[in-house]
């Protein structure tokens, strides 16, 4: 099994800067790809952006794509999503709870990076609230 914990969510500006982690712990040599989603008040969870354990490909939403930044440390077994500082990233409708998923099985079709049933393991999820 692999374990998930969130953190860095919390109340931020829009305009602002947004860093979460995801620290894994348990198989996580097994692990193929780590993803973030995210599920606003009221609407279902979405995929926001996903990287490749071993190779580090990327995958982003269009919605964030350009502005957020997904990455990963394997020596920590972390992976960050961050905004892109260089420009004001964040917007009212980034507020959601974020979730990081780990899948451990392999799956390179197309779509596979943004299916929800293609990640085994869950994390409980971390809040930001972006304010205007």
């Known amino acids: 099994q692999v374990q998930l914990a969130e953190s860095g969510g919390g109340l931020v500006q829009t305009g602002g800067s947004l860093r979460l982690s995801c620290a894994a712990s348990?198989?996580?040599?097994?692990?193929?790809?780590v993803g973030w989603f995210r599920q606003a008040p009221g609407k279902e969870r979405e995929f926001v952006a996903a990287?490749?354990?071993?190779?580090?490909?990327?995958?982003?939403?269009?919605s964030v794509k350009g502005r957020f930044t997904i990455d990963r440390d394997n020596a920590k077994n972390t992976v960050y999503l961050q905004t892109n500082s260089q420009i004001n990233s964040l917007r009212v409708d980034d507020t959601a709870v974020y979730y990081c998923?780990?899948?451990?099985?392999?799956?390179?079709?197309?779509?596979?990076?943004?299916?929800?049933?293609?990640?085994?393991?869950w994390g409980q999820g971390t809040q930001v609230t972006v304010s205007s």
């Open positions: 348990g198989r996580t040599s097994d692990m193929w790809r």
């Open positions: 990287i490749n354990w071993d190779s580090a490909q990327t995958y982003y939403a269009e």
């Open positions: 998923a780990a899948a451990l099985k392999r799956c390179t079709g197309k779509g596979c990076s943004s299916r929800e049933n293609n990640y085994q393991y």
